[in-house]
């Protein structure tokens, strides 16, 4: 499966973004998804995940929850990272990661527990 990571850009403090990772080559419905994210020079962060459609069990990292929403688009074989309240501290490339073909109820956070990752994308948030 190969995945494409999209919807990211420029936003102001405070502002909002939604990024989307879509899947090609294989169906994501019963794979967990995890998005995480890295400064240039530093190591990835864990920024959340789902579990397989049967559950949609969530996590996400400490410096995200409440303000970041991970969630499943079907229709389009992809999943969504709906982001609000974006400060400056959450500028880094996004990236998207699947265990397909594999599938568990539960989603890990960390990137090890991945195999196929997207290419990124980058969100700034600057006024």
């Known amino acids: 499966v190969q995945l494409q990571a999209s919807g990211g850009g420029l936003v102001q403090p405070g502002g909002s973004l939604r990024l989307s990772c879509a899947a090609s080559g294989g169906s994501l419905e019963y794979s967990s998804i995890g998005w995480f994210r890295q400064v240039s020079g530093k190591e990835y962060e864990e920024v959340a995940c789902?579990?397989?459609?049967?559950?949609?069990?969530?996590n996400y990292g400490d410096s995200v929850k409440g303000r970041f929403t991970i969630s499943r688009d079907k229709a389009n074989n992809a999943v969504l990272l709906q982001m609000n309240s974006l400060s400056p501290e959450d500028t880094a490339i996004y990236y998207c990661?699947?265990?397909?073909?594999?599938?568990?109820?539960?989603?890990?956070?960390?990137?090890?527990?991945?195999?196929?990752w997207g290419q990124g994308t980058l969100v700034t948030v600057s006024s």
């Open positions: 789902i579990g397989s459609s049967k559950d949609d069990n969530t």
């Open positions: 990661a699947t265990d397909w073909p594999r599938s568990k109820n539960y989603c890990s956070l960390y990137g090890s527990a991945y195999d196929s």
